[in-house]
């Protein structure tokens, strides 16, 4: 009689978490053909429109990387929190909350130097994004309580506080009566730097490498990597699990918060529903793809936000976005698969 | 004499290299209770896995009511009537009492539940109401109704797993009442798996002893055997092989002043422990295993903090500081569990040859990988660990290399206090070697060593001194040279002349 067993290979392959990628992408492509065939479309012709029309031109590409950087800065974040294997599906909701952090800062201070301005108001994004994880963050060390939980269920709050503010008390009397809150100046507009490009890349950029550095480079990253290996190896190391994970925790919510407030000033330019369109739950996507890897987030990121931005281009020629969803979904699904693939083998074993 | 109910001969099981059972024999008399006695890693639980069908043994057969079984699987070890309690509770926290009682399908009391709960809360002294959810129970509690549980799926034979090791001595006799009432009353046949002579001698009718994955003694007496029996065949043959002992002694540079520590499960487990070491030497620390040992060492090191009592380090107090003041002092704490406490599982072996130091890579918040890569090289060099790739999980490495890496990063500091615990268990021959002249090597440079073993051989061969735990307590202090087995053995069973 045969019998497979699933065991876990002892050595993997560097580059494994790569490959894993692109075979999930390969995947996606063939299953959004097989669908896009069904609705009797040529996958071809789709496929290059939304290629042409995500990166053929600065235009389009510079709408592609914005469309990127809330992606990249949550998946950072998510990333970090990770390194002390703790997972936070939260981001969606910090999003939102380094906008509403940003707004009310604006809403009560003023800065002459408008540089300045904007840097005030993109701390407040990040310090709004640690803010919105603290409570999950604060059960999480004191009482165990599972953070996949408390950081989804946040969501759910902060998406509310987000209607009663721009319905209520932040409600613009000029919106003709859409529920958003007033815009902000137009001096504290993040400038661009080529074509739409806002600077938000430039800081996405910035904090690709804190994070990478954080993460590999640092006293930090490596107790968070022991804690996250072993709790009982942390205490007998003399390093604080808790304190690790909570740091951990309003870093990475941080680094969603900054996203927000970088969508705010450099797209919305006001906190309304918009602020976010699911940016932190494809950020977990992204993440999980990469294997938490900094570096591989910032590409993965900028190429899931081409698929978006081609997505909602070719609606022009009666093709639903929801393909580029697909594409996404189907990409993690396969990469995941594929990395299973990469970190264990199935044997054959004979027994009797 | 009764026929054997369970009868397995010349069984035989692998892991790898390691051969937990080789060619045991294995008798069950029905309505008796029998002891099965060894050291951790002696083949006591890979024995009772292969009788509850949890394991498939490579060579010997198994006759269960004089029928021969040809493959055992769970499900029909189940049929045969044999359960297990293992030492981890197997039960559902969120369901209560009865329904954990009743969920398996083989149970025989879904009609007259009430009435059977009503007897065996007797016979076991459990005064709960059956709809009490099982996290609301004590650890007594659980113990009991997983007991309770192997009844109710109609086990007539019962396996269990060191079941006093969370008991207080007075759910300790309870227990004992409860299963000599099984015995007779029900004709329960049960196996009591344990390291505890005391209860062993207490509990049980027959004894067998296992060591090293053989059975070294089967079907005694419990009243004709003696103590300091069971304990040498336990313990197995002590080589007379020593390290030279005329080695200079220095300063004092570890003292624990009158230790006394009450667990979270309210046991009094060490009371009134005190010990100094000078350097260049070795105190052993000899026990059965749950005698107080692993707090011993955890308080010496800094990990349990909340115990009555001084600990100075190099004439410094440390009593009340954390594992990082210790270090500061140059401590070296080998742990017992290596993989899981020690080492760091699903890191790679470069992160997980840090732990100890790695500060000291420090630059502010940089960790400077090229110090700590180093550091790994001196260590793989130095103590011949084999460490084919050291990006890899620390797992990719073998037993023996795992633990020379965790005794290198720990010594390579030449520190002035080493506890080692267990430091050779599970490991071959020539890694043993090795790692036995590591620690003479380090008793030459001075350092004041705590060993901790189960292994008397290994005590005999190291230490300069003796001392044996018993229940929390030093009940013996001796010199090697004047030390024998036979006392050392006496006193692990708690027997101090």
Redesign the interface.
Known sequence: MNKFIISKK???N?LATFYSFLIGFLIAIVIGSIILLIQSKNPFDVFSLMLKLSIGSVNSLSNSLNKAIPLILAGLGIAIINSVKLWNIGAEGQIFFGAIALNFVYINTSIENSYLYILLLLASGFIGGSICIFLPALSKVLFGVNEIITTLLTNYIVFGLTIYLINGVWKDPNSLNFPAAAYVSESVYLPTVVGKLSSGFLICILFTLIAYYIKD??????EM??A???T???????ISAKQKSFVAMLIGGGFAGLAGAIELLSQTHRVSTGISQGFGYTAIIVAAITGMRPLGIFLVGSLFGALAIGGSVIQTIGVSSYISDIIQATTLFGALIAQFFFSYEIKRVK?? | MKNPILEAKGISKSFGNIKALDDVDFFLKKGIIHGLLGENGAGKSSLMNILSGIYIPEKGTLTINGQLIKRLNPDLASSYGIGMVHQEFRLIDSFSIKDNLTLSKSNIYQNDFNEAFAKYSDIFALNLNSMTPISELSVGEKQKVEIMKLIFNNSSIMLLDEPTAVLTPQETVQLKESLETLSQEDEKTIVLITHKLKEIKDFTETIYVMKNGKMVAKDLDTKAVSDTQLIELMMGEVKTSKFDKNNFKGDTKLEAVDISFTSEQDIKTLQNVSLEIKSGEVLGVAGVSGNGQVELANIICGIIKDFEGRVIVKTKDVTGKGVKSRKKLNLSYIPENRLGVGLAPGVSVLDNSAIKEYFQASFGPHLSKNVLLNSLNDLINKFSIKAPDIKAEISTLSGGNMQKLLMGRELISNPDVIIAAQPTRGLDVSAVDSIHNLIIDQRDKGSAILLISEDLDELFKLSDRLIVMYEGKVITEIETELATVENIGLAMAGINE
Not at chain 1, 217 to 222: A, E, L, M, P
Request: hydrophobic letters at 35%; aromatic letters at 16%.
């Open positions: 002892l050595y993997r560097e480079k640092s006293v930090f990253g490596y990597r022991i996250g290996g072993s009982l190896t942390a205490v007998y190391a003399g027994d009797d």
